[in-house]
């Protein structure tokens, strides 16, 4: 009995460690065999300055920028069909040249605009507001020959392109950029209208809560240019805006405040999108592009390269040619702008300038 005991004992053990050995076979199999056809390496983040991936951390690789520069190599001639067609879309969609500003003829008392950044948000025009709107478009129908919109990017760093740009019949900057100090060889002085995020006058002038002149006297570089606010795309642009607007008053500023209109804006986010872009919002640099492409015959875009690295020669980049301030990747999507931007270049609608420029080259 005892010995019967013992052997079924023993059969159940190899009966088990059967069991096990077969279990140890086919997991190791299984494992084996998947990996028979070697496990396709993650996708690496391309190199490629991808208009889908703003935030591309590969911002100065040598591949992106050689690609770029193949396309942009060819020489450029504009292409008066290409930009007629170009320039008559963007119109009939975004009807920049009446609505680009808001002003007293297209906005009256009693309407009501719309946020663009956020269209819950509406805002009835008052007497008061009103009296803060241009009289009538600060630029009537009027179709510049030559006009320079002049980007932040730091590829304008040592350009030598201030005469060529303060060449330009009207002069575009973005975010009041310093135009003294040593860089008015580099980016001109002619200013023709200036834009202003609002997040400058809380970063560098308290919000404008405290004292003003310090502000209004860094507005002294721009002359009798406009100065182009987003007052109506956030709820909480619009008192900065207005205290910003009182201030020039108050000081007697030479500059002229105008305003974006929120509806242009949000029919030119939709311009752009369907082309492609899927930005949360449009960077100043394309829309003042936009603006230009409707009221110019002639666009140059200099400032413009959302790289690291320089287009010739590789060498290092600020972000801006002043600072080294990153853009907010979250909201703009430069890169896949500069694409677009190069296909307009490509295709002779407006010209982007690359370069550096010869000195006294007009
Ligand atoms: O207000 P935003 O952040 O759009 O612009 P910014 O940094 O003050 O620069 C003005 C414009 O220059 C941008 O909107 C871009 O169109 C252009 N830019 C560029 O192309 N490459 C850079 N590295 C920096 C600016």
Redesign the pocket.
């Known amino acids: 009995m005892r010995g019967q005991l013992l052997k079924l004992f023993f059969s159940l053990v190899i009966t088990l460690f059967c069991l096990g050995s077969l279990l140890t076979t086919v997991i190791w199999y299984m494992v084996n065999n998947n990996n028979v056809e070697p496990q396709r390496p993650h996708p690496k983040k391309k190199s490629t300055p991808d208009s889908s991936d703003p935030s591309d951390p590969c911002k100065s690789c040598r591949e992106v920028i050689d690609k770029v520069i193949e396309r942009y190599s060819q020489t450029w001639r504009k292409q008066e069909n290409n930009y007629q067609q170009f320039s008559s879309q963007l119109s009939s969609q975004c009807h920049g040249l009446d609505r680009a500003i808001i002003t007293q003829a297209n906005t009256p008392v009693g309407s009501k605009i719309v946020y663009d950044g956020d269209k819950k948000k509406t805002l009835k025009v008052t007497p008061e507001l009103f009296s803060t709107f241009a009289k009538e478009h600060p630029f009537p129908n009027k179709t510049w020959d030559t006009c320079a919109v002049v980007?932040?990017?730091?590829i304008l760093t040592n350009s030598s392109c201030g005469d060529i740009i303060d060449s330009a019949q009207f002069v575009i900057r973005?975010?009041l950029p310093p135009l003294g100090k040593g860089y008015e060889k580099h980016v001109g002085t002619k200013t023709d209208i200036v834009t202003a995020?609002p997040s400058i006058f809380l970063e560098k002038y308290g919000a404008l809560m405290g004292r003003r002149r310090p502000f209004v006297e860094s507005l002294h570089s721009y002359g009798k240019s406009r100065l182009l606010l987003p007052a109506f795309s956030y709820g909480h642009n619009t008192p900065v805006c207005m205290r910003a607007v009182y201030s020039i008053e108050d000081f007697e500023s030479p500059i002229q405040p105008i305003f974006f209109n929120p509806e242009y804006l949000q029919s030119l986010a939709l311009f752009w999108r369907s082309r492609g872009l899927r930005a949360v919002r449009l960077?100043?640099?394309?829309i003042m592009a936009s603006i230009a492409l409707e009221h110019c015959a002639n666009v140059h875009l200099y400032?413009?390269?959302?790289f690291g690295n320089h287009p010739h020669g590789l060498h290092a980049l600020t972000?801006?040619y002043y600072d080294d301030r990153q853009?907010?990747t979250k909201f703009?999507s430069?890169p896949a702008?500069?694409d677009l931007l190069l296909q307009l270049h490509s295709q002779g609608v407006l010209r982007l300038h690359l370069g550096d420029c010869q000195p006294g080259e007009k």
Not at 151 to 154: L, Q, Y
Not at 303 to 306: A, I, L, R, S
């Open positions: 980007g932040n990017g730091g973005c975010n995020n960077s100043t640099g394309i400032g413009f390269w959302p972000n801006h853009t907010k703009h430069m702008e500069f």
